[in-house]
């Protein structure tokens, strides 16, 4: 702080790390704007850490921004920066849910730092919202946070022309931080008040901040409050309207246009086999030995559901003319009908009264497929590699179907919160109006559904009602089990329920047949239908294999799913007695096929060997990359060539951005749009060689040309300065042959140069940040004018201070010369 005689102050900056007022203020509006932006991802996360993780990537990339600003440093040292920050930081913050190992920058914590932020984006997309807040999916809210505060503070500082274009470039990239986080979120916005009026608010504050900052820096102008107060008032009340007048132009719906509707889940439920194939590995074999068959054996305990509850195992909703299958998408129209990532907590919007589970696993279960009751809000696995299972865990909103791919084992335990929704039949239920297509092969229901259909009605589900009446009066069981019931062969293909089912003299077969051609019928009919399997959880709620059943569901016209249970289509009544199958006559074109083999079921009759296997390999590749970084090569060498060889590679690298850079701007001075700005480049070029040799060249406004080339060690200095001051002050607009002759001649002037220092000195130079710094160190030509006999008029002469200076630049340049070492 200065006084004058005047009393007059002069306000000083203490030092210059310190911002400024002006970026005080595009300090707080980055990170309001980061903030709003990064609340985007409220709907894609539980809790709030992902708020507190990117606003410290956004505090920590302004922070950088701002230092390396004032150390006069290039923009790329403070994208490098805050990219060595992000992989360092990057552990502790967002994979503490990993284990203590991924706190520490080592190998696996960086790779699985930089595999969340290449292809976390397409797990969060193919996730079902919101996934864990504590998870390593927080790096993608970390690096968002870094890229708003990057965005921000850089795009505030940048120099352009056009000081409209200066206020609006910041503004304008919180925008787009924003658009990006609202593409990546949920189709409903988590706060259209926060996102919408709020940003838009604070953008306009700033937007109106910087114009007249921008204004009164070119032609001047004062504060005025009244206009302050007045711009507020407006802000406020174009926040305030923005709301309500946007949904009067777009309607009430709030879905938008999101990332999510755009990708497909990579997951295909479709590979995996039809656990209704293989039913009768649940049938009494009544003494037959068969190690697949668990009918005695216990498929698991349940706790915390009352008896008579239904646990559903799978759900089949695509008839594919061969079985029943889970599929993606079957359902008409948009619905979350897809096998989905989803996290430990879900969003079912399903209703119903709440329940409290846990599973155990027993010994006859093993397979992909998941036991669960009803929609599920949240599930947590407790035993085992809990943690891998909950990474591949995938679950269908639509069929409340869940599977882990890896496989469930016995003595796998699990709880999980669900409600239970009312699905009971009644008569006031409605059937749905939306009709599916029968489905290709089923062509054989459409003559039995009309037969048994005739005296119901025109009411849809009364006529699927009737159908099934007809089911359980003229049918009769069978698991095909002993030796006058082996006619009737497992399976629900299109031979096996037409020729063999419907259309046979007697209607034959257990839960497998019954349940697929319920399903069928009431398709046909118009109700849509799908096929379930699970069982029906008896006292003391220990299930085997012989509670296991199929039953079906019906879609109402609200779009609830109602159960048809397996009683009210199936018939308990043994067939009667049969003759031999030898001696059973056939006609030479009717010969039914060989008992066929049903695919492998979820129990994985066949795909047991597969799941070890797979198993087994994974272990043992995960085991060999735990010893060895680097596979095939000893552990040590991993270790050099992470501790020493990372390292290397990032001196590397932050060593030839500072060579491109500068090789960047010798092109733009080269490629100047005139050609005396292609000489002033050039000559700039010699003198920044020089200075980045170590060479103490004179620098400031006031120097001339001819002054630098005193202290450029340099033969031909003197007459490249007068060169380019003939054709840059002479009384002609210079040629550009001209400008690219005297380039070539600076070129060769550089080499020489260089090969006058040994190799070390030219390897500095050409990595050296000092040509690269602000030049603010040129103050104007200091000189005393003392009047000569009263004279003002009389002849300047230098100040002592600048004949000190020039001095002090003459002994600097001795002192090089004496100490230059060629190689």
């Known amino acids: 702080m200065s006084t004058s005689a005047t009393g007059t102050r002069t306000r000083v900056r203490r030092h210059a790390l310190l911002p400024d007022r002006h970026s005080w203020v595009d300090i707080g509006f980055t990170l309001a704007l980061s903030a709003v932006a990064l609340t985007a991802f409220g709907s894609s996360f539980t809790g709030s850490a992902y708020l507190a993780v990117g606003l410290l990537g956004t505090v920590i990339a302004v922070l950088v921004t701002h230092l390396t600003r004032a150390a006069g440093w290039p923009v790329i040292s403070a994208v490098v920066i805050c990219l060595v920050l992000f992989f360092l930081l990057g552990g502790p913050l967002c994979l503490r849910s990993l284990g203590d190992t991924y706190t520490l920058p080592g190998s696996g914590t960086l790779a699985r730092v930089a595999d969340q932020a290449v292809f976390g984006w397409k797990d969060l997309l193919t996730t079902l919202p919101p996934v864990d807040g504590d998870g390593p999916l927080l790096v993608l809210p970390w690096l968002s946070g870094m890229v708003a505060g990057l965005v921000g503070s850089v795009l505030a500082h940048v120099t352009v022309r056009r000081a409209w274009l200066a206020a609006l470039l910041p503004v304008a990239g919180m925008t787009v931080v924003l658009s990006g986080a609202i593409l990546l979120g949920v189709r409903h916005p988590q706060s259209l008040v926060v996102q919408g009026t709020v940003f838009t608010g604070l953008a306009l504050a700033w937007l109106a901040i910087r114009a007249r900052r921008a204004s009164a820096a070119v032609h001047g102008g004062s504060t005025s409050y009244a206009r302050v107060v007045g711009a507020v008032v407006m802000l406020g009340l174009a926040a305030l309207l923005a709301q309500p007048a946007s949904a009067l132009l777009v309607g ?37 030995p068969s190690p697949a068959n668990v009918y005695d054996k216990t498929l698991l305990d349940i706790e915390g559901v009352p008896a008579e509850t239904r646990v559903r195992f799978a759900t089949m909703d695509r008839y594919d003319g061969m079985v029943w299958g889970a599929t993606d998408d079957a359902l008409p129209g948009p619905a979350d009908d897809s096998f989905q990532r989803v996290s430990s907590t879900i969003d079912n919007p ?30 947590d696995f407790e035993t085992g590699d809990a943690r891998a299972k909950a990474e591949v865990f995938r679950y269908n909103l639509a069929t409340s179907t869940a599977v882990v791919p890896t496989g469930m084992q016995p003595g796998d335990r699990y709880s999980f ?44 589900m009364d006529r699927v009602l009737a159908a099934a009446e007809h089911l359980r009066s003229e049918g009769k069981y069978s698991d095909g089990v002993g030796r006058t019931e082996r006619i009737y062969v497992a399976g629900h293909s299109a031979w096996r329920l037409s020729d063999e089912f419907v259309n046979a003299p007697q ?36 299930v085997t294999g012989k509670d296991v059943s199929a039953w079906v569901e019906l879609r109402a016209a609200d779009g609830t799913w109602k159960t048809l249970p397996t009683e009210a289509f199936m018939s308990d009544t043994p067939p009667a007695d049969q003759v031999p199958e030898t001696n059973t006559p056939m006609s030479g074109t009717v010969i039914p096929p060989p008992n066929p083999i049903p695919p492998p079921s979820d129990a994985g009759e066949q795909s047991d060997a597969d799941l070890k296997e797979r198993k087994a390999t994974r272990k043992k590749k995960a085991e060999e990359d735990e010893d060895s970084i680097i596979p095939g090569l000893p552990s040590w060498v991993g270790l050099v060539a992470t501790y020493v060889g990372l390292p290397l590679l990032l001196a590397a690298l932050l060593l030839a951005a500072v060579v491109g850079l500068k090789a960047w701007r010798r092109h733009r001075r080269r490629s100047a749009a005139s050609a005396s700005a292609r000489f002033v480049g050039a000559w700039r070029e010699l003198v920044d060689h020089a200075r980045d040799l170590g060479q103490p060249v004179p620098l400031g406004p006031t120097v001339t040309r001819r002054e630098q080339s005193a202290g450029i060690v340099s033969g031909r200095a003197g007459t490249l300065a007068r060169r380019a001051d003939s054709f840059v002050f002479g009384p002609s607009t210079p040629e550009v042959g001209a400008a690219a002759t005297y380039w070539e001649s600076v070129d060769a002037e550089r080499r020489a140069m260089s ?5 070390w000195q030219r390897f500095r130079a050409a990595t050296s940040l000092r040509s690269l710094r602000r030049t603010t160190s040129g103050r104007p030509r200091a000189v005393d004018r003392q009047p000569a006999d009263g004279d003002p008029t009389s002849v300047p002469t230098p100040a002592p201070g600048r004949v000190r200076g020039v001095a002090r630049r003459l002994r600097d340049l001795a002192d090089w010369r004496s100490r230059r070492t060629p190689d």
Do not use: C, H
């Open 350 to 379: 399903a209703e119903g009264e709440e329940v409290d589970a846990t599973i155990t696993l027993g010994e006859g279960w093993s397979g992909v497929w998941l036991p669960t009751v009803g929609a599920l809000r949240s599930l």
């Open 507 to 542: 209607i034959v077969g257990n839960d497998e047949q019954y349940a697929a051609t319920m399903a069928l019928v009431a398709n046909d009919i118009g109700v849509p239908a799908r096929v379930v399997l699970g069982a029906v959880v008896p006292e003391g709620g220990r």
């Open 252 to 288: 009430d719906d709030s879905r938008r246009a999101v990332a999510r509707s755009w990708v497909e889940p990579p997951f295909d439920i479709g590979r995996y086999p039809s656990p209704l194939a293989g039913f009768r590995k649940y049938v009494d074999l009544k003494g037959q």
């Open 755 to 759: 090969r006058e220092v040994g190799r």
């Open 417 to 460: 919160t669900a409600v239970e929704p009312d699905d009971a039949l009644t008569e006031e239920t409605v059937g749905s109006a939306d009709l599916t297509p029968l489905p290709p092969g089923a062509a054989f229901v459409q003559g039995p559904t009309e037969k048994w259909t005739e005296d119901a009605g025109t009411d849809p």
